[in-house]
């Protein structure tokens, strides 16, 4: 065994950005309960791997069929669409596992990492969508949250590796390499899906998203000038938490619609359509003798990064050169 209990450790990290996150919202989120299942995971690993507690071999492997549904339903709900009914089907993984271990616990040696395998590749795919397909998610962060997402399936998938890792090594008679594999792979890589899936760019509209149905007398061009000029009258890129479907639902335009509309008349995503008005504010804002943050404030933006990220992408210079610039 590694002299270190590297999982007890991890445990003990997540268990406490758990709480962390759970009182700062004041109530449990997606993400939230995502962070518990992997907390509780890794402790039940350090009980079953570190300790050798009686019983605990068996409570691992369905405790860890919760973990890839509990990701998908946390990029679900924190990004794409609210909760559904049919959610409630991967319930079904954990009871897969339960009675796979009661008549065939061999089966349990392909499904778990299989499970892991599936849902990674299925959240890399919807992220590899772009921003367009995460209405939820706030178009100050740009791609940001579709990267963070890329990154928590792909440590799913290498989780699924791990497992296979273990069942080669127990095969060849290496099975002493079990807990270093457990500890560095399958710890890591969940502790990687805690740490991550705290970033602030994973942030979430509250409420329940509406999709209002589209009508068939509408042609594509009105919408468009419809949203040319509620961008130039109302002003929308100013709310620091627009997200696509909180746009869509002022406009009252389905979200798919809108994004199709807006690609096809600036060759952009509605992310990029809305900070592009945002930094031509700034600019404004910066040649009315504002603050650079100031002007980062003023035009929709909450934080520096993202201000300076967009404003790089748009003129090829910081907001301080491009000022220097506009004054020589």
Known sequence: MPS???????????????????????????????????????????LAQHYQVPGMRLVQPIT????????????????ARPKRMADLLHVLMPVTAIAALVTAPDFLDIFLPGAFFLYGIAIVYQSFKGPDAQPRAFLADGDLPARIWQIIGAALIVSALSDVLIVVAIAADLGHLQPWIVSL????????????SLSSHLRTED?????????????????????????????PYLDPDLTLARLSRKLGIP????????????GENVSRYVNDARIVAAQKALLGNETVTSAMLS??????????????????????????????
């Open 64 to 79: 860890a069929t919760l973990i890839p549904p509990a990701a998908w339903c946390a990029f679900q709900w924190t990004a």
């Open 185 to 196: 792979f399958s710890v890591g890589n969940l502790l990687v899906i805690g740490i991550i």
């Open 299 to 328: 035009s929709g933006f909450n934080t520096k990064s993202n201000f300076n990220r967009e404003f790089l992408r748009i003129t090829g210079v910081s907001p301080s050169k491009w000022l220097a610039r506009q004054r020589a």
């Open 4 to 46: 270190l209990p590297i999982p007890v450790f991890a445990s003990a990290v997540l268990f406490f950005l758990f709480v962390r996150l759970w009182v700062a919202r004041g109530r449990l989120t997606p993400i939230a309960v995502l962070l518990a299942i992997c907390s509780v995971q890794i402790g039940i690993i350090a």
């Open 255 to 266: 979200a798919k619609t809108l994004s199709i509309v807006i690609n096809q008349n600036t």
């Open 207 to 235: 409420g329940e998203d509406e999709e209002p149905q589209r009508t068939n007398s509408e042609a594509e061009q009105a919408v468009w000038q419809r949203v040319q000029t509620f961008m130039a009258e109302q002003k």
